[in-house]
């Protein structure tokens, strides 16, 4: 079974300019969650998609935004990029049923903001 | 609101010791679940060991093991007989049941010595 993928796995933006990830969670995941990963803030929660809705949301301005598809995989968008949105961005999926709360993470998607 | 430390930036450790990685969480939650995830320098975050709060018995998998205190919400990860493919970041994450958010540590580094 493959794993969650996210593409692309790098990408370098400027100040200013719009940014989209996309996800694949692994098949028959429902629900995707998407985190953060700086040397500052460490690991933190942006939000949670199940059912193409979000169910879940982190501390993080309106500028980060997400949506899910019919077929699960998921995108974020990152709006007005600024140079501290420069992080790795992971997305998680899991098998949703309230008993199961283990999360399978993609490799990644490293954004640089210059 | 959750928080989970770990008071450890990084440790070292002799290939075929034994270490521990600390954790403690902080919650007003009943239900939850807790984990140690494992991040090589390759990026992709897996999944050693949880932990559900109901059960008493501490988790293991084989070399690794969980000493989990409820009561004073203390949750670490004991590696035996480490192995050099052990080199990594570890992340203690507090999840609740009904929930994806995950509340991760700060890490702990550990570097396996040959």
């Known amino acids: 079974k493959a794993g969650v993928t996210q593409t692309p796995r790098y990408l370098i933006k400027t100040r200013g300019q719009q940014v989209t990830l996309s996800c694949s969670p692994i098949?028959?995941?429902?629900?995707v969650s998407w985190y953060q990963q700086t040397p500052g803030q460490g690991l933190q929660f942006l939000f949670e998609?199940?059912?193409?809705?979000?169910?879940n949301k982190g501390n993080f301005p309106g500028r980060f935004s997400g949506r899910q598809f019919s077929n699960s995989r998921s995108e974020m968008n990152v709006s007005t990029l600024e140079l501290g949105d420069s992080a790795l961005y992971l997305c998680?999926?899991?098998?949703?049923?309230?008993?199961?709360?283990?999360?399978?993470f993609g490799p990644g998607t490293r954004l640089t903001v210059l | 609101a959750q928080t989970v430390t770990q008071s450890q930036p990084e440790m070292s450790v002799q290939e075929a010791e034994t270490v521990t990685l600390s954790c403690t969480y902080d919650?007003?939650?009943?239900?939850?679940?807790l984990f140690w995830y494992k991040q090589p320098p390759s990026r992709q975050m897996i999944l050693v060991i949880r932990?559900?709060?109901?059960?008493?018995q501490n988790a293991t998998e084989n070399r690794f093991s969980v000493n989990f205190q409820k009561a004073a919400k203390s949750f670490s990860l004991k590696i035996s007989d480490s192995q050099l493919g052990d080199t990594a970041m570890y992340f203690c994450?507090?999840?609740?049941?009904?929930?994806?958010?995950?509340?991760f540590g700060t890490g702990t580094r550990l570097a396996v010595r040959p």
């Open positions: 998680a999926s899991r098998r949703a049923g309230l008993l199961n709360n283990e999360q399978f």
């Open positions: 098949s028959g995941h429902r629900s």
């Open positions: 998609y199940f059912s193409e809705t979000q169910r």
């Open positions: 919650t007003s939650e009943n239900n939850y679940y």
């Open positions: 932990q559900e709060a109901y059960k008493q």
């Open positions: 994450a507090f999840g609740v049941s009904s929930g994806d958010k995950l509340t």
